[in-house]
């Protein structure tokens, strides 16, 4: 049985990156990490923009769209997690910061192709 999604809010894949989005805005807030504007704005526009994307492609209420949405918020998934091996090398964020985050975003960026892979199904079945 296919449940019914009630708004983007409903998504899995938008309610995790909003926890990620959370967890990074948390981590870029200390020490020098915070002082790094360039890195720290970036990070941040990076993981706010997978639940941006998630979001505005749902919204548009196309699948072509939404699909294409979704692979940019997969895309930043993976900028985030490029940032995150920045911020580990110039010990901004700790080892175990590092894992935490690196692991969600891989778990996101699973759970994001999961979604793509349902659209791509249903466009399929529209033709």
């Not at 309610?15 to 981590?27: C, E, F, G, N, S």
């Not at 590092?98 to 529209?126: D, N, P, V, Y």
């Given at each position: 049985?296919?449940?019914?999604?009630?708004?983007?809010?409903?998504?899995?894949?938008?309610?995790?990156?909003?926890?990620?989005?959370?967890?990074?805005?948390?981590?870029?807030?200390?020490?020098?990490?915070?002082?790094?504007?360039?890195?720290?704005?970036?990070?941040?526009?990076?993981?706010?923009?997978?639940?941006?994307?998630?979001?505005?492609?749902?919204?548009?209420?196309n699948?072509?769209?939404?699909?294409?949405?979704?692979?940019?918020?997969?895309?930043?998934?993976?900028?985030?997690?490029?940032?995150?091996?920045?911020?580990?090398?110039?010990?901004?964020?700790s080892?175990?910061?590092?894992?935490?985050?690196?692991?969600?975003?891989?778990?996101?960026?699973?759970?994001?192709?999961?979604?793509?892979?349902?659209?791509?199904?249903?466009?399929?079945?529209?033709k």
């Open positions: 049985m296919e449940r019914k999604v009630e708004g983007f809010e409903s998504l899995i894949a938008w309610q995790q990156a909003r926890v990620l989005v959370r967890d990074i805005y948390k981590v870029s807030r200390k020490g020098e990490f915070a002082k790094d504007y360039g890195l720290k704005d970036q990070i941040q526009r990076a993981s706010v923009s997978i639940m941006s994307n998630v979001a505005e492609g749902y919204e548009r209420g699948r072509n769209e939404f699909h294409q949405f979704l692979a940019i918020a997969k895309a930043s998934c993976g900028e985030v997690r490029s940032q995150l091996y920045v911020a580990l090398d110039i010990e901004y964020i080892e175990s910061d590092f894992e935490k985050l690196s692991q969600h975003c891989r778990q996101l960026s699973k759970i994001i192709s999961g979604l793509k892979t349902s659209i791509q199904t249903q466009r399929k079945q529209t």
